[in-house]
């Protein structure tokens, strides 16, 4: 066995594509190695700016034979009544290119049958290669692809070598005008020239002699050595930024770390805006000392070891120094004006297309969080801020530090909410109301921010719905999923217990004055919506997919209830009888449906009706049992709530050996139907069993 080395020699790729590519690369060389029946050991993959490479250990050096057995015609056409073969089983073994002397008979249990084992002998691993690698090649997917000269291919950037080895031996074929081989080569500037490889075995090596870590772990590893190492001479410490640190070493062949300084008096600006001018055009590390205070310090990564890094930190420097210039100039204008001053250019500002301005969705912000101030019972003071909040929560995004460094909008929104004298709530609101940014990010820590969060990200999916901008498959440009993820999520940090529908409700008819039946139709599948985003988390958490089903069946409104419900139904779950308690629900929930279709059940129950001890058993159990289930519900007990509901499991076992529920006499049967039809409604306050599986 050998290993097996595809290295692709391209211009400088994005850095964001690296990784991805990788993967991709991978996993079509996986499957079309599996394909071609070729057995091989572990890949690891290899990348810089100016390659994308896999290693395989241990690939065979030829495909695995595949034996089949093929039938052919029966016993009694393939042989005449001399027992010789006939034609149709000759020209059976001929299709089949096997001798006639391989044809051989068995018992199918449908009859004896002529048939013959085939056995394809395995191709040379080398021969398969030369097909299998360009077309691995080719089918990496990027997010863009470039043509270059006259050729018909496309790569993310133009390819300028191939090296291809399996051991020894070149694995020789042709991508577009460029011809494998047994060349690498090393880093573009400290040693530029071609480097021969006699097998895989030498590439890291080779490779590292020549100022190139392709393994990017390693590179990540001596990246983050060598700044830890760098700070610590100025008795500081970088901040952790693991977004930069990916993005750097995507950037680079061989790291060269350098520290720089920047005036003091730059200092006197907010931190955020320093960081980001460092991280977001220069992809500089920004440092700070033991009480976590920046220091008039920075890291820049190089990709070439100069041999006087002293005066690559002076380039470094009279860049940063002009990049923190315009971020002051930016700054200091801004001031000059009020939130409220900037608020008044909204209307400017798109929001989407066809959802009108910026200053328009500020407006239903606010209209949405007074209503849900007032559905949660917050006192008045809360919900001044959180109004307060609401009206100045966009205006930063026509400041002209927002407009140069987007990120930082809702951050330079609690900068210049402070610098104005709002109060530390109302400006932390104003930032925390983006908040998630992303999956498993920071919640806001505000009741005010919390609401406004909500509001905001309602009113963004009830007109993206309004307007047919709905998620679909992999494509979610207006980030819904996520927005859904923040509303399920708060409302679960701060236990809001407020009617989802009401706010679908109410957002809803800010965008459509009319209301009636459309805005009814859209509720529905907006709720659809995020009943689907709490199903995905509840799974997350380890909740059943049927107990998630059985529960959202019947709930989609207090989102902090639902959670409640989900997990006492998952508890009760564990319980050892509870497939024959789920058998009895399932099968009240089920006689139910069927009735609601064909019989009018009783609203009522008379209990003089009652004909067996076993009805009047259940029924004076079930007042009992809804009372305190009704009660441990409206104190969010819910896990008692199951463990009463699951009492009554034995009186309806009993109720269904000891009665027929469908009886001929017309008002007993109505009036059974009527005590079922109030257990299953009792039983709907948590769950719907019919869901359970069993």
Same mark, same amino acid.
């Given at each position: 066995?050998?290993?097996?080395?595809?290295?692709?020699?391209?211009?400088?790729?994005?850095?964001?594509?690296?990784?991805?590519?990788?993967?991709?690369?991978?996993?079509?060389?996986?499957?079309?190695?599996?394909?071609?029946?070729?057995?091989?050991?572990?890949?690891?993959?290899?990348?810089?700016?100016?390659?994308?490479?896999? /290693?395989?250990?241990?690939?065979?050096?030829?495909?695995?034979?595949?034996?089949?057995?093929?039938?052919?015609?029966?016993?009694?056409?393939?042989?005449?009544? $001399?027992?010789?073969?006939?034609? =149709?089983?000759?020209?059976?073994?001929? !299709?089949?290119?096997?001798?006639?002397?391989?044809?051989?008979?068995?018992?199918?249990?449908?009859?004896?049958?002529?048939?013959?084992?085939?056995?394809?002998?395995?191709?040379?691993?080398?021969?398969?290669?030369?097909?299998?690698?360009?077309?691995?090649?080719?089918?990496?997917?990027?997010?863009?692809?470039?043509?270059?000269?006259? &050729?018909?291919?496309?790569?993310?950037?133009?390819?300028?070598?191939?090296?291809?080895?399996?051991?020894?031996?070149?694995?020789?074929?042709?991508?577009?005008?460029?011809?494998?081989?047994?060349?690498?080569?090393? @880093?573009?500037?400290?040693? =530029?020239?071609?480097?021969?490889?006699?097998?895989?075995?030498?590439?890291?090596?080779?490779?590292?002699?020549?100022?190139?870590?392709?393994?990017?772990?390693?590179?990540?590893?001596?990246?983050?050595?060598?700044?830890?190492?760098?700070?610590?001479?100025?008795?500081?410490?970088?901040?952790?930024?693991?977004?930069?640190?990916?993005?750097?070493?995507?950037?680079?062949?061989?790291?060269?770390?350098?520290?720089?300084?920047?005036?003091?008096?730059?200092?006197?600006?907010?931190?955020?805006? &320093?960081?980001?001018?460092?991280?977001? @055009?220069?992809?500089?590390?920004?440092?700070?000392?033991?009480?976590?205070?920046? /220091?008039?310090?920075?890291?820049?990564?190089?990709?070439?070891?100069?041999?006087? /890094?002293?005066?690559?930190?002076?380039?470094?420097?009279?860049?940063?120094?002009?990049?923190?210039?315009?971020?002051?100039?930016?700054?200091?204008?801004?001031?000059?004006?009020?939130?409220?001053?900037?608020?008044?250019?909204?209307?400017?500002?798109?929001?989407?297309?066809?959802?009108?301005?910026?200053?328009?969705?500020?407006?239903?912000?606010? *209209?949405?969080?007074?209503?849900?101030?007032?559905?949660?019972?917050?006192?008045?003071?809360?919900?001044?801020?959180?109004?307060?909040?609401?009206?100045?929560? *966009?205006?930063?995004?026509?400041?002209?530090?927002?407009?140069?460094?987007?990120?930082?909008?809702?951050? /330079?929104?609690?900068?210049?909410?402070?610098?104005?004298?709002?109060?530390? $709530?109302?400006?932390?609101?104003?930032?925390?109301?983006?908040?998630?940014?992303?999956?498993?990010?920071?919640?806001?820590?505000?009741?005010?921010?919390?609401? &406004?969060?909500?509001?905001?990200?309602?009113?963004?999916?009830?007109?993206?719905?309004?307007?047919?901008?709905?998620?679909?498959?992999?494509?979610?440009?207006?980030?819904?999923?996520?927005?859904?993820?923040?509303?399920?999520?708060?409302?679960?940090? $701060?236990?809001?217990?407020?009617?989802?529908?009401?706010?679908?409700?109410?957002?809803?008819?800010?965008?459509?004055?009319?209301?009636?039946?459309?805005?009814?139709?859209?509720?529905?599948?907006?709720?659809?919506?995020? !009943?689907?985003?709490?199903?995905? +988390?509840?799974?997350?958490?380890?909740?059943?997919?049927?107990?998630?089903?059985?529960? +959202?069946?019947?709930?989609?409104?207090?989102? =902090?209830?639902?959670?409640?419900?989900?997990?006492?139904?998952?508890?009760?779950?564990?319980?050892?009888?509870?497939?024959? +308690?789920?058998?009895?629900?399932?099968?009240?929930?089920?006689?139910?449906?069927?009735?609601?279709?064909?019989?009018?059940?009783?609203?009522?129950? $008379?209990?003089?009706?009652?004909?067996?001890?076993?009805?009047?058993?259940?029924?004076?159990?079930? *007042?009992?049992?809804?009372?305190?289930?009704?009660?441990?519900?409206?104190?969010?007990?819910?896990?008692?709530?199951?463990?009463?509901?699951?009492?009554?499991?034995?009186?309806?076992?009993?109720?269904?050996?000891?009665?027929?529920?469908?009886?001929?006499?017309?008002?007993?049967?109505?009036?059974?139907?009527?005590?079922?039809?109030?257990?299953?409604?009792?039983?709907?306050?948590?769950?719907?069993?019919? *869901?359970?599986?069993?």
């Amino acid at each position: 066995m050998n290993r097996l080395l595809v290295e692709i020699g391209t211009e400088e790729i994005p850095a964001g594509y690296i990784v991805p590519a990788l993967e991709s690369f991978k996993a079509v060389l996986t499957k079309k190695l599996a394909d071609a029946r070729i057995s091989h050991g572990q890949i690891t993959q290899f990348g810089t700016p100016r390659r994308l490479a896999l /290693m395989v250990a241990d690939v065979a050096d030829k495909q695995s034979s595949l034996s089949e057995e093929i039938m052919g015609p029966p016993e009694r056409i393939g042989f005449d009544a $001399n027992g010789s073969l006939t034609v =149709p089983a000759l020209k059976f073994a001929e !299709k089949i290119n096997v001798s006639p002397g391989q044809l051989q008979v068995k018992d199918t249990g449908k009859g004896r049958y002529l048939y013959a084992v085939r056995t394809e002998r395995g191709i040379s691993t080398k021969t398969l290669l030369k097909q299998i690698l360009p077309e691995s090649i080719l089918s990496i997917t990027f997010p863009k692809t470039m043509r270059w000269a006259d &050729l018909k291919i496309a790569f993310a950037r133009p390819i300028h070598s191939i090296c291809a080895l399996l051991g020894k031996d070149v694995i020789a074929f042709q991508v577009g005008n460029v011809k494998s081989g047994r060349n690498s080569f090393g @880093h573009r500037f400290m040693a =530029p020239g071609k480097l021969t490889l006699a097998s895989p075995d030498q590439y890291l090596e080779t490779l590292t002699n020549a100022f190139v870590l392709a393994d990017i772990s390693k590179r990540r590893e001596k990246l983050l050595l060598q700044m830890t190492d760098t700070v610590a001479k100025i008795q500081g410490r970088i901040i952790p930024d693991e977004e930069l640190v990916d993005t750097v070493v995507g950037l680079i062949e061989y790291p060269a770390a350098v520290v720089g300084r920047f005036d003091d008096a730059f200092l006197s600006l907010p931190r955020e805006i &320093l960081i980001t001018s460092m991280r977001v @055009h220069q992809k500089y590390f920004a440092v700070v000392d033991d009480q976590d205070q920046l /220091m008039p310090y920075f890291v820049a990564i190089n990709n070439t070891k100069a041999r006087d /890094m002293a005066l690559v930190a002076k380039g470094h420097e009279r860049v940063l120094r002009a990049r923190l210039s315009d971020a002051r100039f930016f700054f200091d204008a801004d001031l000059k004006t009020s939130l409220d001053d900037k608020k008044q250019k909204l209307a400017s500002v798109l929001f989407q297309a066809n959802l009108k301005s910026m200053a328009d969705k500020t407006s239903r912000v606010e *209209k949405l969080a007074v209503f849900l101030s007032a559905a949660l019972h917050l006192d008045l003071e809360t919900t001044a801020r959180t109004l307060r909040a609401a009206g100045l929560c *966009k205006a930063d995004l026509v400041s002209h530090v927002v407009v140069e460094f987007p990120k930082l909008q809702g951050v /330079m929104g609690r900068v210049y909410a402070l610098q104005q004298g709002e109060a530390p $709530n109302v400006a932390a609101a104003i930032e925390e109301h983006y908040q998630p940014a992303y999956a498993g990010g920071q919640l806001p820590e505000t009741i005010e921010g919390s609401v &406004l969060g909500i509001a905001d990200k309602i009113d963004s999916i009830c007109g993206c719905f309004s307007v047919g901008l709905i998620p679909t498959g992999a494509s979610d440009p207006y980030a819904l999923r996520r927005q859904a993820n923040g509303i399920i999520l708060i409302a679960l940090e $701060n236990q809001f217990a407020f009617s989802l529908t009401d706010l679908i409700m109410e957002s809803l008819k800010l965008y459509d004055q009319s209301g009636g039946e459309a805005i009814s139709r859209l509720t529905e599948k907006i709720l659809d919506f995020l !009943k689907g985003r709490m199903a995905s +988390l509840l799974e997350a958490e380890g909740i059943s997919k049927d107990a998630v089903a059985a529960v +959202l069946a019947v709930s989609s409104d207090d989102i =902090p209830m639902i959670w409640k419900k989900a997990q006492g139904l998952q508890v009760l779950k564990t319980a050892p009888d509870f497939e024959v +308690l789920a058998t009895a629900f399932k099968r009240v929930v089920n006689i139910i449906k069927k009735a609601d279709a064909s019989e009018t059940i009783a609203q009522t129950v $008379n209990d003089s009706l009652f004909d067996h001890a076993s009805e009047s058993a259940l029924f004076n159990q079930y *007042k009992d049992v809804r009372q305190l289930v009704l009660r441990h519900i409206e104190t969010g007990h819910i896990d008692k709530a199951f463990a009463d509901i699951a009492g009554l499991r034995e009186s309806v076992d009993r109720f269904f050996e000891d009665v027929m529920v469908m009886s001929e006499n017309r008002d007993i049967r109505r009036n059974r139907l009527a005590l079922l039809g109030q257990i299953a409604g009792l039983f709907a306050e948590l769950a719907d069993f019919s *869901k359970i599986s069993t």
